[in-house]
């Protein structure tokens, strides 16, 4: 609610909640209307954007009974539990006319921002390799945050990747404006209990040539800062790009190594990033994607993250799954976004499925001041 208040032209005016004592305690709380069903919410009050926090297998119908009534959709990631369920709620979208969009927000953090246009600038050259660590405390978690939908794989789709993965999975396909073109995969089951795994390990390759490994998981010591345990970097033909984004605080750190000329005397360089404070969920992220939204359906354009950013996530997740029970790289089925379409990420670059020939990136400016 505290992200509702800050951005302009935004009130929220009811939530939909079948649990009786947590709908009660909210609408006492916050001074808003309660509804169990969501369809008496939409009639009555007619709201203009609908946004969905939802066990991961029942975002689809909702998310379509919106778009039915006409509502603009904020649904959170992964969206559904199968890449196809996600689909079918971009066409539902689309066919009313509404816009929908799904909680990536990680690309609005100025750390990944700067990442992305040090990348498109060619401060590191081609990128190679990229690796992305996600790691979040351990799966029984959701037992006490009164989740427990979370460890059950038909109500949540699966283990961390569908989780936390898909939040890396979007952020490189958006850093390197690129599709995964195939992926090989495994995942690790270390609790006894549920029929989901706590860790997944993969490696997916972008249809420019770049490899990017992944490590998610649900196997963090309680002692590790915070539980959580994030990492990102990018190798290229001229340099390096890493950062371990702070979890808990406001200061983050991108460090940059190039041979790029760009750079001047200081090959080596740290950028520090203040994030101005911000409460609520997901902090100054979840504002600007707030915002973004906002200003998308103001001025009738693409949500900054689509509908369609959520299903490739979904397509690659599964393609993961895949690998690790057939034990073999797997091709990643295309999105219609893939051959035509307005959040098209491939088109950018040129060079075909397993190419290492790959257009030389445009310069722009140094990267930061030295540090
Ligand atoms: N973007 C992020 O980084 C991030 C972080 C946390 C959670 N999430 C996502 O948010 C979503 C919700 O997660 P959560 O941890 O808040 O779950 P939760 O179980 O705590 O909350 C879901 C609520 O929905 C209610 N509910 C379930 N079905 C309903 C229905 N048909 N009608 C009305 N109410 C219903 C439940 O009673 C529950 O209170 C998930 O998609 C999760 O992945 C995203």
């Known amino acids: 609610m505290a992200l509702f208040a800050v951005v302009p032209k935004v009130r929220v005016v009811a939530v939909v909640e079948r649990d009786e004592a947590l709908r009660e305690a909210f609408v006492k709380d916050f001074g808003v209307t309660g509804y169990a069903d969501l369809t008496m919410m939409l009639e009555q009050e ?19 009974e919106c778009a039915k009534h006409g509502v603009h959709v904020m649904v959170e990631k992964p969206m559904a539990v199968s890449a196809d369920a996600a689909q079918a709620m971009v066409t539902a979208a689309r066919a009313a006319g509404v816009k929908l969009t799904t909680g990536y927000c990680w690309r609005m953090h100025p750390v990944a921002e700067e990442i992305r246009r040090l990348v498109a600038d060619g401060v590191i050259g081609d990128v190679i390799g990229a690796e992305g660590r996600c790691a979040a405390g351990r799966l029984t978690r959701y037992l006490d945050g009164h989740a427990p939908w979370m460890l059950e794989k038909a109500k949540s789709g699966g283990g961390p990747l569908f989780n936390l993965g898909v939040h890396w999975i979007d952020l490189f396909r958006w850093i390197l404006q690129d599709e995964v073109a195939e992926v090989s995969g495994r995942n690790v089951r270390v609790n006894r209990y549920y029929d989901i795994e706590d860790n997944s390990f993969a490696h997916l390759r972008f249809a420019q040539g770049t490899v990017a490994a992944l490590d ?5 010591p309680d002692s590790f800062p915070h539980g959580r345990d994030l990492y990102i970097s990018l190798r290229g033909t001229r340099g390096v790009l890493s950062w371990a984004p702070a979890y808990e605080g406001s200061k983050d750190v991108l460090q ?11 090959p080596v360089r740290s950028m520090e990033f203040n994030l101005e404070p911000a409460k609520g969920y997901s902090g100054y992220m979840g504002r600007e994607y707030l915002r973004g939204f906002i200003d998308a359906i103001l001025h009738n354009s693409e949500p900054p993250i689509s509908g369609e950013d959520g299903v490739a996530a979904l397509r690659v997740v599964e393609a993961v799954y895949q690998s690790a029970a057939e034990k073999r790289w797997v091709a990643v089925q295309p999105t219609p976004a893939d051959v035509a379409g307005p959040n098209r990420l491939s088109s950018k670059r040129s060079s075909g499925p397993g190419g290492r020939a790959m257009k030389p990136r445009r310069k722009r400016r140094p990267a930061g001041k030295a540090g």
């Not at 007619?46 to 379509?64: G, M």
């Not at 998610?216 to 963090?220: K, Q, R």
């Open 46 to 64: 007619k709201p203009a954007i609908a946004a969905i926090f939802l066990p991961h297998v029942e975002c689809p119908a909702a998310a379509i």
């Open 216 to 220: 998610i998981s649900y196997t963090v």
């Open 256 to 266: 940059i190594c190039s041979d790029d000329p760009v750079m001047g005397g200081s």
